[in-house]
């Protein structure tokens, strides 16, 4: 048998989380215990207009993550996904995949991540059956809307959709 390699193993969840949901969380937590730490990064889009800003979603992140700390990390980046995940020493990328309806843009990116780096993998976790259905699109327009958000994001980020929503910009 190999003698167990003591490299410790991190991977990069990227994404827009705007704002992070439940949704994420749970995936986030998963990939904690299959890595020893797990970079989640918000990628710095100028084609989207975000609800919150990139250093607003960081923020929301690094609460929403507390009670994972010290298996996580937060940070921002634009460019190509591969290349931050070498910057942060990723083997792998961590994606959640809801349903079908996922599954074609995702293995598009997995496969082009692939082109571009053959050496970082990406992993796909199958989301919780009750978060099937979750997007953050999805959870602003029930905020917008006045329906209730609070199965869908933690407290703070619940507040701060609310806050946001009453009062854009
Ligand atoms: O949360 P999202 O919006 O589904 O995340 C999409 C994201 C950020 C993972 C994807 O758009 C991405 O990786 N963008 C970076 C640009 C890039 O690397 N493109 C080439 C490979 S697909």
């Known amino acids: 048998m190999k003698e167990p ?3 410790s193993r991190v991977a ?3 994404g827009s989380f705007d704002p992070i949901t439940l949704g994420h969380i749970d995936i986030l937590e998963r990939a904690t215990g299959i890595f020893d730490r797990v970079v989640v990064s918000v990628l710095r889009n100028p084609e989207k207009q975000p609800l919150f800003s990139v250093e607003e979603r960081v923020e929301l992140i690094r609460e929403a993550t507390r009670p994972l700390d010290g298996d996580v990390e937060v ?3 634009d460019g190509l996904t591969v290349e931050h995940a070498k910057q942060v020493g990723a083997i792998a ?3 959640g995949l809801r349903a079908v309806s996922d599954f074609e843009s995702e293995f598009q990116m997995a496969l082009m991540n692939r082109r571009l780096d053959p050496d970082i993998h990406t992993v796909f976790l199958m989301t919780s059956a009750p978060n099937v259905f979750m997007s953050s699109a999805l959870v602003k327009e029930v905020c917008r809307l006045g329906g209730d958000i ?8 619940a507040e701060a959709l609310r806050r946001r929503v009453a ?3």
């Open 93 to 95: 990328i961590v994606r």
């Open 167 to 169: 009062r854009p910009g």
């Open 5 to 7: 390699v003591s490299r």
């Open 75 to 77: 940070d921002a980046f």
């Open 12 to 14: 990069l969840y990227p």
């Open 150 to 157: 609070s199965e869908f994001v933690p407290p703070a980020i």
